[in-house]
């Protein structure tokens, strides 16, 4: 258990539908990180957030967003869903400080977009 | 912009054997991480070993070691032997100092065999 969870496990919704997704990282974890690992894409860096505030966006569709809140947990909004959305969207929160800069991930959610 | 390259999609070995997994990548950074993923049929994502490109010591966890070669841009991971359980799909990742997202590889199904 790497302490970093993910709610829901899985998500069936259809097309043009919007889903969150939310994130809650390791305790004393200040940044989380958003990916998509899906089949023909593989795993896909999406969103950077620390201490509240955006640090970096990868290949994130403008029709996603994230946030962090103030507790520190994370949302990334998935709108106007199409199939090709379908994927297992992982967070991660990161240890930082000595040598220990690592990014430990949560169990992921499964998003089925029918 | 870093790329990951993991050049075998597939191997195999028999159960108490050891095996190596291959990655290079392609940066222009002198301080960065690199790190070996393992995601069994679960999905989790799961640290397995990290290395900071700034120690020259190969990283050792237990029965996984690194073998980093910084000037040819080699990070491979041995695993002795081999159980069961380490089965499953495994990760190369690439990460920078400052910007933090990581950059990870198509990634290596191993299965082993009784």
């Known amino acids: 258990d790497s302490g970093v969870t993910q709610t829901p496990k899985h998500l069936i919704t259809a097309t043009g539908q919007r889903v969150t997704l939310r994130c809650s990282p390791r305790s004393g974890d200040l940044s989380v990180y958003w990916y998509q690992q899906s089949l023909d894409q593989g795993l896909q860096f999406l969103i950077h957030y620390y201490n509240g505030e955006e640090r970096a966006k990868g290949n994130i569709l403008e029709r996603f967003s994230a946030q962090q809140f103030p507790d520190l947990h994370s949302e990334l909004n998935l709108s106007s869903l199409e199939l090709g959305d379908s994927a297992l969207y992982f967070c991660?929160?990161?240890?930082?400080?000595?040598?220990?800069?690592?990014?430990?991930f949560g169990p992921g959610t499964r998003l089925t977009v029918l | 912009a870093q790329t990951v390259t993991q050049s075998q999609p597939e191997m195999s070995v028999q159960e108490a054997e050891t095996v190596t997994l291959s990655c290079t990548y392609d940066?222009?950074?002198?301080?960065?991480?690199l790190f070996w993923y393992k995601q069994p049929p679960s999905r989790q994502m799961i640290l397995v070993i990290r290395q900071e490109a700034y120690k020259q010591q190969n990283a050792t966890e237990n029965r996984f070691s690194v073998n980093f070669q910084k000037a040819a841009k080699s990070f491979s991971l041995k695993i002795s032997d081999s159980q069961l359980g380490d089965t499953a799909m495994y990760f190369c990742a690439f990460m920078k100092h400052v910007i933090n997202d990581m950059r990870f590889g198509a990634g290596t199904r191993l299965t082993v065999k009784p």
């Open positions: 991660a929160s990161k240890v930082t400080g000595g040598d220990t800069d690592t990014q430990y």
């Open positions: 940066t222009s950074e002198s301080n960065y991480y």
